[in-house]
């Protein structure tokens, strides 16, 4: 899900996707973050009371803060990783997706290859805070107009294969892998060992799933199926009309995967 102004959390879309009849939410991490107690209490209090789970969380970091190049401070960074992973542990959450392609873009002049380290040693120290609250870090590649490192769900792997810690694993989005023009075979390939979480949007505008859209949501759903993928899948999608996109993507996404599933 992404957030609507004014709020920018996603909790103004809570009630909607209960009676849309989804299974969980997923919010933005560092939007939540940003919050002051008492209206982080409120997003925590607002879950419990409708009954909806928060399984996952996007967007870790904000775009002010700095993971890659010579401006990374690492004690800022893992100052605010303590924060946020606190408050997702308050929220039970699961999956925490590592996007946050502003924050880990590199520099212009700065070795890529030096960046890459940064991540390994970033994660390497995210990952046991992360485990101590159950919680399963999912790097998401990202198309190059939104971030310059980590653009394919090979480059994920990699660097899941560089950290080597169980709960630092990878997501495949259906929107980015598009307009990157990844191939969906490595997501069957790799996938068994290293796929935790899913997103899926239209490629078209980054709208919701559609029966009518000309895309190969089958193709993905094959790769996934092949890979053993049997977990969460979000929608993270805009929308002109929430309530009525969300409800009709949901039927045809449930649709289309008992047809590949069973």
Do not use: W
Not at 87 to 99: N, P, S
Not at 183 to 197: D, P, Q, R, V
Not at 238 to 243: E, L, M, R, T
């Amino acid at each position: 899900m992404l957030a609507a102004l004014p709020f920018r959390t996603g909790a103004e879309h809570l009630k909607t996707l209960l009676e849309a009849g989804f299974d969980y939410a997923e919010l933005p991490l560092a939007e939540l973050a940003a919050l002051n107690e008492a209206d982080f209490d409120a997003v925590l209090n607002k879950t419990v009371q409708l009954g909806i789970k928060v399984d996952a969380l996007n967007n870790f970091f904000p775009a002010s803060l700095r993971l890659t190049g010579p401006d990374a401070d690492e004690t800022a960074i893992l100052k605010y990783a303590q924060k946020a992973l606190s408050l997702a542990g308050r929220l039970k959450v699961k999956t925490i997706v590592f996007g946050s392609g502003p924050a880990k873009n590199v520099p212009p002049g700065f070795p890529v290859h030096k960046a890459f380290i940064q991540l390994v040693n970033l994660l390497s120290q995210l990952a046991p805070i992360a485990g101590g609250y159950g919680i399963t870090i999912a790097l998401e590649p990202l198309r190059r107009q939104e971030c310059n490192i980590i653009n394919t769900f090979e480059e994920a792997v990699a660097l899941a294969h560089a950290v080597n810690e169980k709960n630092v694993r990878v997501l495949a989005d259906y929107y980015h892998i598009k307009a990157e023009n990844d191939k969906f075979s490595s997501i069957a390939k790799l996938g068994g060992e290293y796929l935790t979480h899913v997103h899926i949007a239209s490629s078209n505008e980054r709208r919701f799933p559609n029966k009518t859209d000309e895309e190969d949501y089958h193709g993905f759903f094959s790769a996934l199926f092949k890979a053993g993928y049997n977990s969460r899948i979000s929608i993270e999608a805009y929308s002109d009309a929430f309530f009525k996109d969300a409800s009709q993507s949901l039927i045809f996404l449930k649709t289309l995967l008992n047809e590949i599933y069973h």
